[in-house]
């Protein structure tokens, strides 16, 4: 393992606007997740998991530091990749509080449009979303659009739509926010058994109590620093 | 890779489709429009071929007879046969009025002719030619005209004997052909009581009426009823003689004027129809700018209805070009859906308008181009705006 795979952050800081009015979001953070590996990010609003997420998934900038993903230095004081519309498509998996599928797809595209969009032909596209659909228990919902699917249907179809890539590396944002307890729950014993399986670090950023005994290792998150805790990790055997 | 935007039309199509309905009514306004241009200049057109002329004479420093009026005396001809090239001429008289047909008031141009020369309708089709030199008419079924209708004209009855097509004046109104001499009189003709108050002030004047003189009473009061005009002379030229030539032989001898084919159709689409061909572009001018901002706020619309799902798209790694074809494409989409209605529409109710509608194949191609341009044009708004989506919108603030 080591510095090889997984998400690894020396030093990130992230300062928004400048002067008077900058907010310095992130301060110096460190962070290590390990492939296969779930980790919990938690802290009051407004602490920076946002933009931590953010500078992890490329759409913003740090202000400096160094990040590693999958065993690529991605930024190191500025980023170390031509594309990073192609370091999302191919190497980040995201998942969001709602589940933001696209309306006009069945769940089956929905799943197949990254490999489609990464270049792959249609059938082998449509095969690998199939199969993901299945490992989540959703194939029997692939020809059902968005809006005919239940929140907990919609919610394992986006964490499909997550691992179609085969990335290395997940970033979920509050997945379980919309969800009651008990498919809360549900969605993190996938995370974990999906993790294992496909040896993905991911990343869950939440506030929800329900959740957090069921990270072994957590982030605390509190003015832009990040403190490592030990979690419960428990709750997750069935 | 699929269609994105084939796949959004699919899935909201009665949207799309009703959008596409009422956005190709409106183009199907638009072709109609052009097709009503068309047919004017179509009509006049067909009204110069059917008067079977290649010179038309009337009088000097007029654009007659058509667009403006003209008054020949009726002897004209006589001179114009004796000039060289000209191998026939002969006396026509036009003069828009109402006629009745079984009691109801059909507004018509009445066409004076001689049979058997140009000024008499080509075709017909239906029925014979005028044989009788008094109350035969020919008429244009438009008006809704029918063999052994009777029309009357001032204070003669007619009998329809033969019906034509697509016989219009250039202001749309159907033509009624009768022989020269009944329409001189109806177009000239006064009524009853200024006939005999015209004798009786005749009569009363001492100069006119000189117990001296026999018969001298009886000669006035004839040349005062009898009508000696016509609105113009139509020629036709002969074999080997070149209609400008001709004319300008027409001109220099006879103080007349006289206008080639070509002259006068530039005066029935140039002068004539300006007019109308002005207003007329003046629709289609409105008529596209309304499409386009209906085609322009519908796709924005759709657009701005789908921000999150594009800031997604992008967040998972859709090319900005992607995004800007799907939009491009379902703006093509629905100009396309527009053009197939109104193209429908515009051949379905053509032929209900009262004047002939020309819808020109080439006037449609034309149109496509336009509707897809407009497409284009309008999709730009809600690409901008879908390019402006920031993908770190998409992960949650
Ligand atoms: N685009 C931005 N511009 C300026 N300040 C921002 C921006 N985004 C977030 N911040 C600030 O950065 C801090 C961290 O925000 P955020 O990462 O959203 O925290 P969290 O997700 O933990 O609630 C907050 O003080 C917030 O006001
Ligand atoms: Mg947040």
Known sequence: MGLGAGIHLEGVSKRYGAGDTAVDALKDVNMSVAPGEVVGLIGPSGSGKTTLLKCLGAVIEPTRGRMTLGGEVIYDNGWQIDDRRVLRRDRIGFIFQAPYLIPFLDAIDNVALLPMLAGRPNAEARARARELLEALDVAHRAQAFPSELSGGEQQRVSIARALANRPPVILADEPTAPLDSERGLAVMRILHQLAGQYQTAIIVVTHDEKIIPTFKRIYAIRDGRTVEEAGEGRGLSA | ?397
């Not at chain 2, 001429?89 to 109801?104: F, H």
């Not at chain 2, 006289?258 to 007329?280: G, P, S, V, Y």
Request: net charge positive; proline share 4%; charged share 20%.
């Open chain 2, 1 to 397: 890779m699929i269609s994105l935007a084939g796949r959004d039309i699919l899935h909201s199509w009665s949207k799309f489709a009703l959008t596409g309905l009422g956005l190709g009514l409106l183009i199907g306004v638009t072709f109609t429009m052009a097709g009503v241009y068309r047919g004017m200049v179509d009509d006049a057109k067909v009204l110069l071929n059917n008067s079977g002329a290649d010179l038309w004479v009337v009088q000097k420093d007029t654009l007659g007879p058509y667009a403006e009026s003209s008054s020949l005396h009726d002897d004209v001809y006589r001179g114009i046969l004796g000039i060289p090239g000209v191998a026939r001429a002969a006396n026509v008289t036009y003069l828009t009025m109402q006629v009745r047909r079984a009691g109801a008031d059909v507004r018509a141009m009445v066409v004076g002719f001689v049979p058997g020369e140009p000024g008499e309708p080509a075709f017909l089709i239906a029925g014979r030619r005028v044989t009788r030199s008094h109350y035969e008419a020919v008429a244009d079924l438009t008006a809704g005209f029918a063999l052994g209708d009777r029309i009357r004209i001032r204070r003669h009855d007619y009998t329809v004997v033969g019906l034509t097509r697509r016989t219009v004046s250039s202001g749309g109104d159907p033509m009624v052909f009768i022989p020269l001499k009944d329409a001189q009189e109806a177009q000239f003709l006064k009524d009853n009581d200024a006939i005999v108050s015209e004798r009786a002030r005749t009569a009363g004047n001492p100069a006119l009426n000189r117990p001296g003189v026999p018969g001298l009473l009886d000669a006035i009061e004839a040349s005062q009823t009898s009508n000696r005009n016509v609105n113009a002379v139509l020629v036709r030229v002969a074999v080997g003689h070149a209609p400008e030539t001709v004319a300008e032989e027409i001109r220099r001898w006879k103080h007349v004027q006289a206008f080639t084919r070509a002259q006068m159709e530039d005066i029935l689409i140039a002068k004539l129809i300006a007019n109308a061909a002005k207003q007329i572009g003046m629709f289609l001018a409105i008529l596209t700018i309304v499409s386009a901002a209906i085609v322009a706020f519908i796709i924005y619309t759709m657009t701005l209805g789908k921000i999150r799902e594009i800031a997604v798209l992008k967040l998972i790694g859709t090319h900005n070009r992607t995004i800007a074809t799907m939009i491009l494409q379902q703006a093509l989409g629905l100009g396309l859906i527009g053009f197939a209605v109104g193209k429908i529409a515009a051949t379905l109710w053509g032929p209900a308008f009262p004047r002939y509608v020309l819808l020109e194949p080439w006037d449609a191609v034309i149109g496509f181009g336009i509707v897809m341009l407009v497409c284009v044009l309008a999709s730009t708004l809600a690409i901008r705006a879908a390019l402006a989506v920031d993908p770190a919108a998409a992960i949650g603030g």
